[in-house]
């Protein structure tokens, strides 16, 4: 079966079977909380319309980035020439996630945060403008995409640290930076073998608190294994799967559950 297929009944299975949408059946009141003050409420503000407008704009940028696909999905296809806004539009997070990231951020209000792939700053953005005072560091491969996330990041007069290189041998140097990750979001190099890899690494900077966010975790059978075997670790207490984004959490006062929740 190809991969698009899978995915997309993958996703129609979500849509059927996953439950507590309104957070009906949660016990955990934690994670109660969560849902009703993050997941399914309205929040409206000014700084979240700020980074709305720039991903409008970013979206309609023709500029034309020339570069080597770094990856997984990428070894079939090594230079790579796209626009500015087919890049957002292919592999940026969407306005309703970067909205959920922009809420969880800024409900659990991090002092630090790592984000693993950044892109052209699309997700960077929704983060930062979250904890503008957050140690936030942000790594890239393709030093074109990390020109373009510093101008959307200064427009909006944010300071994320962007950091140009291979996740594969710049991760653990950027963690000696860190005593605690308090939140992270993966975002790159989607395959299992990478994402277990960052993982646990980062898994030995957490402490009670702290939060991490997986992309595209049904994006292949590969990530879908990765996802398990994250939700299996024994730090691990709360797994939540979004269908598109996981978040895990460490807190031990809350019994190893695994939600799937509509979003
Ligand atoms: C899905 S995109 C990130 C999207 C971004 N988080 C957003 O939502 O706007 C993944 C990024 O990871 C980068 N990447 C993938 N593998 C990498 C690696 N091994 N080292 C450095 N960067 C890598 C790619 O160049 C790509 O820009």
């Known amino acids: 079966m190809n991969q698009r297929l899978r995915y997309s009944l993958k996703y129609i299975h979500y849509l059927l079977f996953a439950k507590h949408k309104k957070g009906h059946g949660i016990h955990s009141p934690f994670l109660f909380k969560l849902i009703t003050?993050?997941?399914?409420?309205?929040?409206?503000?000014?700084?979240?319309?700020?980074?709305?407008?720039?991903y409008n704009k970013i979206k309609q940028n023709k500029q034309l980035l020339t570069f080597d696909e770094i990856g997984a999905g990428s070894s079939y296809k090594k230079l790579n020439q796209l626009t500015v806004g087919k890049i957002v539009q292919k592999s940026s997070i969407n306005k309703k996630y970067g909205k959920l990231l922009y809420g969880l951020v800024k409900f659990f209000n991090p002092e630090t945060i790592l984000e693993i792939g950044t892109s052209v700053g699309i997700s960077t953005a929704f983060i930062a403008q979250a904890a503008p005072n957050a140690n936030f560091k942000t790594i890239e491969g393709i030093s074109q995409k990390i020109e373009i996330a510093k101008k959307i990041s200064s427009k909006l007069n944010l300071k994320p640290e962007f950091i140009h290189g291979n996740f594969n041998h710049m991760l653990a140097s950027v963690l000696e930076k860190y005593q605690i990750l308090d939140f992270v979001f993966f975002d790159g190099n989607h395959t299992k073998e990478a994402t277990l890899n960052y993982f646990n690494?980062?898994?030995?900077?957490?402490?009670?608190?702290?939060?991490?966010?997986?992309?595209?975790?049904?994006?292949?059978?590969?990530?879908?294994n990765a996802w398990e075997c994250i939700k299996q670790n024994k730090n691990v207490t709360l797994s939540v799967d979004l269908f598109r984004l996981g978040l895990i959490f460490f807190r031990k006062e809350l019994s190893k559950e695994h939600y799937v929740i509509k979003f």
């Not at 979240?48 to 407008?53: I, M, P, S, T, Y």
């Not at 402490?207 to 975790?217: G, K, L, R, W, Y």
């Open 37 to 54: 003050e993050i997941f399914i409420s309205k929040i409206e503000d000014k700084k979240l319309e700020q980074v709305f407008l720039a």
């Open 201 to 224: 690494q980062c898994v030995a900077k957490t402490d009670n608190n702290s939060v991490f966010i997986f992309d595209d975790i049904h994006w292949s059978e590969d990530m879908e």
